[in-house]
């Protein structure tokens, strides 16, 4: 922009001055020599000063006709600006009442007005806005409109973002997932079937799983004879989501005629944007719905991960092959390592201490040392460890963590039974100490697990990990001799999971049992080790008495406020209430001994209890399952009837 005429003047202004101080130092000087020369001078100096008042004048008055043209112009283009603006404006008073606004705001609502109207008549969702929140988008119409919050100055910028939501929405809806569909009882459900048969059967799971694909608008290709690869897009994993993944029942349903009817397992990865990501993703959520029992679908939108179905009982296998290979690689991993470190959850209960024998006695056969990780003796297995101490032989084995950090070495054995997450073991620096580790589990998996290990056993459809374990011995060594209290303590382990052999009962249950009769276990004294006295009797009863039920075939129980009770106790509460009749599952509610609200939960198998745990963070079984949260007892059974009402209005409690 070019500078106007007189401000160039004004800019020499101070140059003047100092040029007339000048000339009149240069005429006093004249004076003093020659007074004509500076009479002469002073007339000049005269008129030069007579010219620059003159000019400073009309600088003075041109200075002030600009100063006014331009706040005219500034003021006339801010006026425009506000009234041509592509941004709504309002002004709103302390009553959030509407005080003025641009045309622009009137025009994008379709009003010709909105002075004197309440804010939040115009703007609902300003009401749920948070005060940090300067940025909301709302949903107006058929427009998305995102408005900016001043405040301090009681200001609103509303701008209209319809085509940038219609974009986003198209991009999201637009991401590709991958997912990977197996039927994942396929050889267990045709075992004996001709091969006609067999083909009928596969031909109807196969036809409906291609309907369900075209149904959803799914890319579906066969890659072996029991999985398929799918590529979707969001908006389509989306409504597969709606629809609680309805093909499980379906293919269940389609089969059930058959004495083991086919399922299906999903696992699909999704929210990355790399293949490579979705491909890994879609295989570990594979992995993590087969580790739950199958029957499933495990959503991982990046590290979220989300479950569906899971309604069915894992299906038991019928071979030990790998039984028979997991035994052998066990073995080698052992040889190869100097010693073996075993360690069960915090709080072991039998069936982590006879596990955790077992793999001892694995160790020892193999001739190496192994030591059993034990934090401190709880009541469930507190009469077990008095039979232990008595047995210097064993007892010797057991060590304090403290112990295990000192002893584990980088070339140490690691072996984790019991559990699989971390967080859980009886000590978890050990598991940092080695690279070296072993899972051998019988519970579903969960989103947690115990990274880079070498080596995993997980058999949702075994009754404990007594019984996975007591199989892993019989290929270990084939003449294997186990003393009479390690039999009984993996015995006992069984018994209590199974209780008594009446829940998640296989036939390999009772042919591990049948082994570990023939080595010795007393069943005698299991029954004396699982004995309760009146004290433990009479907490029980408490706890019951305020019992309730609930969507008729429910029982919840919760216990009195300033009462704690051991974990154990309320896990016997909630067998105790399944055995009422018509009751086909139990929640027990009470505080626990270290502060905590537990929750321990039964079934019958007609509801999905370890469902129901995950969403308050627990887990477990679909016939048990526990958790533990902080708060209230009056907020964890607000938070648990909240859960069982959403299953119930989403699919129904009940199969």
């Known amino acids: 922009m070019r500078m106007p005429k007189f401000l160039l003047n004004r800019w020499h202004g101070w140059h003047i001055v100092w040029g007339f101080v000048l000339l009149l130092l240069l005429i006093v000087i004249l004076f003093i020599y020659q007074w004509e020369i500076g009479a002469i001078g002073l007339l000049l100096c005269g008129g030069v000063a007579y010219y620059t008042l003159a000019a400073e004048r009309a600088f003075r008055k041109d200075l002030q006709k600009y100063i006014a043209t331009l706040t005219y112009r500034i003021k006339k283009a801010g006026n425009e600006v506000i009234q041509e603006l592509p941004l709504g404006i309002v002004l709103f008073s302390e009553e959030r009442t509407i005080e003025w606004h641009n045309p622009f705001i009137a025009k994008m609502l379709d009003r010709e007005s909105l002075i004197g109207t309440h804010l939040y008549d115009i ?26 919050v001043k405040n301090e100055e009681r200001l609103l910028f509303v701008s209209d973002v319809t085509e940038f939501a219609k974009l986003q929405k198209q991009y999201d809806d637009e991401r590709p997932a991958l997912g990977i569909v197996m039927l994942d009882n396929l050889e267990e459900a045709t075992q004996g079937l001709d091969d006609q048969a067999r083909s009928i059967i596969l031909a109807k ?132 390592s100097d010693k073996v470190i075993i360690m069960g959850h915090r709080i072991p209960d039998m069936d982590a201490i006879g596990a955790a024998i077992g793999v001892l006695k694995a160790a020892h056969a193999t001739g190496k040392e192994g030591y059993i990780v034990l934090d401190d003796v709880n009541p469930s297995i507190y009469k077990l460890m008095e039979e ?32 699989h997450k971390a967080s859980l073991v009886s000590e978890p620096k050990i598991l940092q100490l080695s690279h070296r580790k072993v899972v051998v589990d019988h519970h579903r998996r969960g989103e947690e697990f115990i990274n880079e290990a070498m080596l995993v056993y997980m058999e949702p459809y075994a009754s404990s990990t007594c019984e996975l374990v007591t199989e ?43 082994f570990l009769r ?138």
């Not at 232990?388 to 057991?398: A, P, Q, S, V």
């Not at 003393?483 to 009772?510: Q, Y």
């Not at 509610?589 to 963070?617: P, T």
């Open 123 to 148: 703007f609902p969702d300003l009401k749920n806005r948070k005060e940090k929140d300067d940025k909301i988008e709302v949903e107006i119409g058929k427009r998305t409109l995102q408005i900016t």
């Open 205 to 336: 799971a196969v036809g409906e799983i291609t309907d369900w694909a075209n149904r959803f608008n799914l890319y579906l290709r066969r890659i072996s004879n029991d999985k398929f690869f799918t590529i979707m897009d969001k908006k389509a994993l989306t409504q597969l989501e709606r629809s609680r993944f309805d093909i499980l029942d379906d293919v269940r349903d389609l089969t059930s005629e058959n004495r083991l009817p086919l399922t299906v397992s999903i696992g699909i990865g999704a929210g990355v944007d790399g293949f490579v990501e979705l491909g890994e993703l879609a295989h570990s959520s594979l992995d993590i719905a087969l580790g739950r029992g199958g029957d499933q679908v495990a959503v991982k939108w990046g590290q979220k991960i989300t479950f569906y179905g899971g309604r069915s009982n894992a299906v038991e296998k019928r071979t030990r092959v790998r039984a028979r290979v997991i035994s052998h690689a066990l073995r080698d991993l052992i040889r190869e």
């Open 388 to 419: 232990i101490r008595e047995h210097d032989e064993l007892h010797k084995w057991f060590i304090t963590p403290d112990h295990g950090i000192q002893i584990t070495t980088p070339q140490s054995l690691i072996v984790v039974v019991d559990t």
């Open 472 to 514: 892993l011995l019989q290929y270990i060594d084939d003449r294997i001799s186990m003393d009479a209290l390690e039999a009984t303590a993996m015995l006992a382990g069984i018994v209590v999971d199974t209780k008594s052999f009446s829940l998640r009962t296989g036939s390999r249950t009772f042919e591990a049992a049948s």
């Open 518 to 655: 023939r080595n010795g276990a007393d069943s005698v004294l299991i029954q004396k080790m699982l004995k309760e006295d009146l004290d433990q009797y009479m907490k029980k009863a408490e706890i019951i008495k305020h019992a309730k039920i609930v969507y008729d075939h429910i029982i919840i129980a919760v216990a009195e406020p300033n009462r704690k009770y051991s974990q154990l106790l309320i896990a016997q509460v909630a067998d105790t209430l399944l055995n009422m009749n018509d009751i086909m599952a139990s929640f027990v509610i009470s505080e626990r001994l270290d502060g905590l609200i537990g929750i321990s939960a039964r079934s019958l198998g007609q509801i999905n209890v370890q469902v129901v745990m995950e969403k308050l963070d627990g887990g477990g079984h679909l016939t048990n399952a526990a958790t533990q949260i902080e708060g209230t007892l009056a907020d964890a059974e607000s938070r648990l009837r909240e859960v069982l009402d959403e299953m119930y209005k989403e699919e129904g409690l009940f199969q």
